[in-house]
């Protein structure tokens, strides 16, 4: 399995951004996770491949929007009102037994990509 995330940048606040993970190989679980200077990293997001179903953190719901392409292998993130404390650097993380639905944990997940930065400004 190989992922590829991309489409961070710099954004003001209350600005989008989506990124993008592409993936190769067979997963079922794609999460987002997140990790800012001095901090543990977070699970941000997580789609199954079976159903569909999501998962977002209670830091970003109603905010961000998970949601995957099939026929182009990847999965988005789209990150909207986004926040200084948004800022961080996104991974993509998958797993091909993984049903996510609740508290991810990056232990979970046996496949990385490489980090985009999100930079916020206020």
């Known amino acids: 399995v190989q992922l590829q995330a991309s489409g961070g940048g710099l954004v003001q606040a209350g600005g989008s951004l989506r990124l993008s993970c592409a993936t190769s190989?067979?997963?079922?679980?794609i999460g987002w996770f997140r990790q800012a200077p001095g901090k543990e990293r977070e699970g941000v997001s997580c789609?199954?491949?079976?159903?569909?179903?999501?998962y977002y953190a209670d830091s970003v719901k109603g905010r961000f929007s998970i949601s995957r392409d099939s026929a182009k292998n990847m999965v988005y993130l789209q990150m909207n009102n986004l926040k200084p404390e948004d800022a961080a650097v996104y991974y993509c993380?998958?797993?091909?037994?993984?049903?996510?639905?609740?508290?991810?944990?990056?232990?979970?997940?046996?496949?990385w990509g490489q980090g985009t930065l999100v930079t916020v400004s206020s």
């Open positions: 789609i199954n491949r079976s159903d569909d179903s999501t």
């Open positions: 190989g067979f997963i079922h679980a």
């Open positions: 993380a998958a797993d091909p037994d993984l049903y996510c639905e609740d508290h991810l944990s990056a232990g979970d997940f046996t496949s």
